[in-house]
Nanobody, 124 residues
Framework: QVQLVESGGGLVQAGGSLRLSCAAS????????MAWFRQAPGKEREFVAV????????DYADSVKGRFTISRDNAKNTVYLQMNSLKPEDTAVYYC?????????????????WGQGTQVTVSS
């Protein structure tokens, strides 16, 4: 059974930093592209960042470029999202997702497995 478990969310002041982690089990991690999405109250789930199977290719939403960094440790079956210079508009539930096709896409429908999410709240 595939499980993706996010951690590291919390409450932080604007300008602060958080590091999210997503631990994967029940799948061959190196075969999957991994991504982070987020969903704010009353809004649709949106793409944040994606990393390919090797970690050699990444892509970001324009709204987080230069502030967020996605990385992975294939030995630990874990993907990370380092978030710096956080803004109140970054407040959302952040979800980890896995895509067996390795396409590094940005659409929700492209992802096969999802975590339960971790809340990030940025106060002004």
């Amino acid at each position: 059974q595939v499980q993706l478990v996010e951690s590291g969310g919390g409450l932080v002041q604007a300008g602060g930093s958080l590091r999210l982690s997503c631990a994967a089990s029940g799948l061959t991690f190196i075969r999957y592209a991994m991504a982070w999405f987020r969903q704010a109250p009353g809004k649709e789930r949106e793409f944040v960042a994606v990393i390919n199977w090797s970690g050699g290719s990444t892509d970001y939403a324009d709204s987080v470029k230069g502030r967020f960094t996605i990385s992975r440790d294939n030995a630990k079956n874990t993907v990370y999202l380092q978030m710096n210079s956080l803004k109140p508009e970054d407040t959302a539930v952040y979800y980890c997702a896995a895509d067996r096709s390795r396409r590094t896409g940005k659409a929700v429908y492209e992802y096969d497995y999802w975590g339960q999410g971790t809340q990030v709240t940025v106060s002004s």
